[in-house]
């Protein structure tokens, strides 16, 4: 009786084997590479791991990156659709509106899409219902508090240029924004991130129109390793003091970040879609929200820049990187 006990414990415990792996297909806005070269890919692949999905066996990934081309975003959800995939996630805003539109069968766990019912993705975060859910960041305060940062990081800081990927964003985080740069007499400049990746090109020209400092949005033209780092350094050289959007960059020299932590914005898409794969009813399963957010100083970056950070601001700080 009592190994009996043990045998249902362990298949409980474990995704049943099945003749043909489950199939996940992931949508982002970034190049094909992203997939395997990306900290947040592989931590949604290892929670995965550590939830029991083995890729090869009992489950498989298929990753679609369209580089930032949004003409071939509903062709490429739209064939994922087709092709019979068991799950899809999507990683960002525009990934999310695709999805809903190639799919109301399919289940769906989305990553940061920003705030879901605004942009009409749910009806509700506590019950979506349907055939959605996942994660979102739907305090739009992260965007005013930033700005606030910046500005005792940067007191002289005036004109501000937003870098972005295209397209811009809309509706009530450009209300915050904009709310926030009156308070500390800020005027905003939108500022497209080059997709060459020759950002000393495009900060001259930036700098000759008079910018202060910079935000940065997330941004998957930049956020590989490689363009992270060659933005990081292009910054220094051109004196921009960089808010960004996550630690990821300010490990990689951005002066500062706010905001959630990225990684576990995966990893929680992980969870989602284990009890998705398991059985559970994507329209059950609240929209989650981050509960911690970390403020990070790159020292070494300030120095470099010629700032000196306020001792106030320093102590306010989760995490400084020397």
């Not at 811009?168 to 915050?176: N, S």
Request: charged share 20%; aromatic share 8%; proline share 6%.
């Amino acid at each position: 009786m009592k190994l009996v006990c043990v045998f249902v414990l362990a298949a409980i415990a474990a995704p049943a084997a099945a003749a043909e792996p489950r199939t996940i297909g992931i949508v982002a806005m970034g190049p094909q590479s992203v997939f395997r070269e990306l900290p947040t890919y592989a931590r949604f692949y290892s929670r995965m791991r550590e939830l029991g999905w083995r890729e090869g066996e009992n489950i498989r990934y298929v990753g679609r990156g369209v580089a930032g081309d949004l003409a071939k975003l509903d062709a490429t959800m739209q064939e994922l659709v087709r092709s019979g995939v068991t799950m899809i996630v999507t990683v960002g805003t525009w990934e999310a509106l695709a999805a809903k539109r190639a799919t109301a069968a399919t289940p769906v766990v989305m990553v940061h899409p920003g705030d879901p019912v605004e942009l009409g993705l749910v009806p509700a975060l506590n019950r979506p219902g349907g055939n959605i859910t996942g994660n979102s960041s739907t305090l739009h305060s992260i965007y005013a508090k930033r700005t606030e940062l910046l500005a005792e990081l940067i007191p002289g800081a005036r004109r501000v240029l937003l870098g972005f990927d295209p397209p811009m964003p809309t509706g009530k985080v450009l209300a915050v924004m904009e709310d926030a740069a009156k308070r500390y007499r800020i005027t905003h400049t939108w500022a497209e991130l080059p997709a060459s990746g020759d950002y000393d090109a495009w900060l001259t020209k930036l700098r000759r129109a008079g910018a202060d400092a910079m935000q940065l949005a997330h941004a998957s033209s930049v956020f590989r390793s490689e363009r992270r780092k060659a933005l990081a350094e292009a910054l220094i050289r051109h004196k921009v003091p960089t808010f960004c959007a996550t630690s990821e960059y300010v490990e990689s020299g951005c002066l500062a970040s706010y905001a959630p932590s990225n990684i576990e914005f995966f990893a929680s898409a992980a969870v989602y879609a284990d009890k998705i794969l398991r059985g559970a009813k994507p329209g059950d399963l609240a929209i989650q929200q981050p509960t911690t957010y970390e403020f990070v100083i790159n020292m070494k970056t300030a120095k470099a820049l010629g700032i000196s950070i306020p001792q106030a601001v320093l102590l306010r700080a989760d995490r400084v990187i020397e």
